[in-house]
């Protein structure tokens, strides 16, 4: 069971919003920053935000995301087929002092 | 452009060890931070180890803490995780990741494309 909970699954149709949320504690989530990593099948995972909202050259705008106290979620606007993937959330933990991955995502686009 | 290479990975029995290498090229590896990251079969990713730019600190994480060490060569621009006392639960790809900065405490960015380690008697 993972210190960083994200829901299962999430789905929702093409051209649609979708959120995914990440829950944590104030050892990690709370005083480091979030990053989103997107793994699509049979591939290695890409990092798609760091710092909590910013965001790699090439990654699309229809990618954000935000952080508030001991949470933080990515939001997928303008959904595509292609976004179809396992998405990760992570961050550092102060007492554990280790790196954190969620458990994982996997969105549906209807 | 960066780009992370991982092999050694393969079939070796409970008990025994084996040493992955990672090759950079595009970046040197004194300048950032570089971790291991697992993926056991149909399973999401586990952090292993990381070692900071200057090869100072090390973290590990509690499955593997005590039985695998990372390192690196810098004159080869070369990671290396060693792998001893293997259980059937170390089966899984092994992910070199690129620190996004010289500190452990950041997150990651380049990803290898993986390497197979398979635990089986």
């Known amino acids: 069971q993972s210190v960083l909970t994200q829901p299962p699954s999430a789905s929702e149709t093409p051209g649609q919003r979708v959120t995914i949320s990440c829950s944590g504690g104030?050892?990690?989530?709370?005083?480091?920053?979030v990053y989103w990593y997107q793994q699509l099948p049979g591939t290695a995972p890409k990092l798609l935000i760091y710092?909590?909202?910013q965001r790699p050259s090439g990654v699309p705008d229809r990618f954000s995301g935000s952080k508030s106290g001991t949470s933080a979620s990515l939001a997928i606007s303008g959904l595509r087929s292609e976004d179809e993937a396992d998405y990760y959330c992570?961050?550092?933990?102060?007492?554990?002092?280790?790196?954190?991955f969620g458990g994982g995502t996997k969105l549906t686009v209807l | 452009q960066v780009q992370l290479v991982e092999s050694g990975g393969g079939v070796v029995q409970p008990g025994r060890s084996l040493r992955l290498s990672c090759a950079a090229s595009?970046?040197?590896?004194?300048?950032?931070?570089m971790h291991w990251v697992r993926q056991a079969p149909g399973k999401g990713l586990e952090w292993v180890a990381v070692?900071?730019?200057?090869?100072?600190?090390?973290n590990y994480g509690d499955s593997v803490k005590g039985r695998f060490t990372i390192s690196r060569d810098s004159s080869k621009n070369t990671l290396y995780l060693q792998m001893n006392s293997l259980r059937a639960e170390d089966t899984s790809v092994y992910y070199c990741?690129?620190?996004?900065?010289?500190?452990?405490?950041?997150?990651?960015?380049?990803w290898g494309q993986g390497t197979t380690v398979t635990v089986s008697s």
């Open positions: 070692i900071s730019f200057d090869g100072s600190k090390r």
């Open positions: 595009g970046f040197t590896l004194s300048s950032n931070a």
């Open positions: 104030s050892s990690n989530i709370g005083s480091n920053y």
């Open positions: 710092r909590n909202n």
């Open positions: 992570a961050a550092w933990d102060d007492s554990l002092s280790v790196h954190l």
């Open positions: 990741v690129k620190g996004r900065l010289r500190s452990i405490y950041y997150g990651m960015d380049v």
